[in-house]
């Protein structure tokens, strides 16, 4: 295990609660056999969507991700979990941070091994609150 994965502290540890819960299909790899990265960023889009609306009350759209880090490859057979907080609130936008975590238990080659908690990407998506015509709108208070 490497310091990184030592060193991460588990979301659920403080206290956050898993916003998405998916595993991956065997269509969802790219040519190295690993998951894609854009389906790993889609649903942390989704994600971050599902966390802004509810603070918002209402719709939201994605208008940037400030950081995005793939640490650790996800494979066919990994559980995906991602959790999410509220990192700020202005007049319009909500910045959300996410961390996406594997339960993994088979190994690379198909082989069970240890079950083991993996920290596989994070980012820091910016959401805006809108309304029906799509044009922004205050965030409530």
């Known amino acids: ?11 659920a540890s403080r206290g ?14 790219n040519g190295n056999g ?13 994600a971050a969507g599902v966390a ?5 009350e209402g719709r939201v759209a994605t208008v940037a991700i400030d950081a995005m880090t793939f640490h650790k490859p996800v494979f066919i057979g990994d559980l995906v979990s991602i959790y999410g907080e ?20 088979r190994r690379r080659d198909g082989s069970l091994g240890a079950p083991a908690s993996v920290k ?17 709108r205050p965030v409530p208070a």
């Open 1 to 11: 295990m490497s310091k990184d994965e030592t060193a991460a502290v588990h979301p």
């Open 16 to 29: 956050l609660e898993a916003i998405i819960r998916t595993a991956p299909l065997p269509k969802d790899v």
């Open 34 to 46: 690993d998951i894609f990265g854009g389906w790993i960023l889609s649903h942390m889009d989704i």
């Open 52 to 56: 802004a609306a509810r603070r918002a």
């Open 86 to 105: 509220i990192l700020s609130v202005g007049r319009t936008s909500i910045k959300v941070k996410l961390e996406t975590w594997v339960d993994r238990q």
């Open 120 to 136: 596989v990407t994070e980012g820091t998506f910016v959401m805006v609150a809108i309304d029906d015509e799509g044009k922004p």
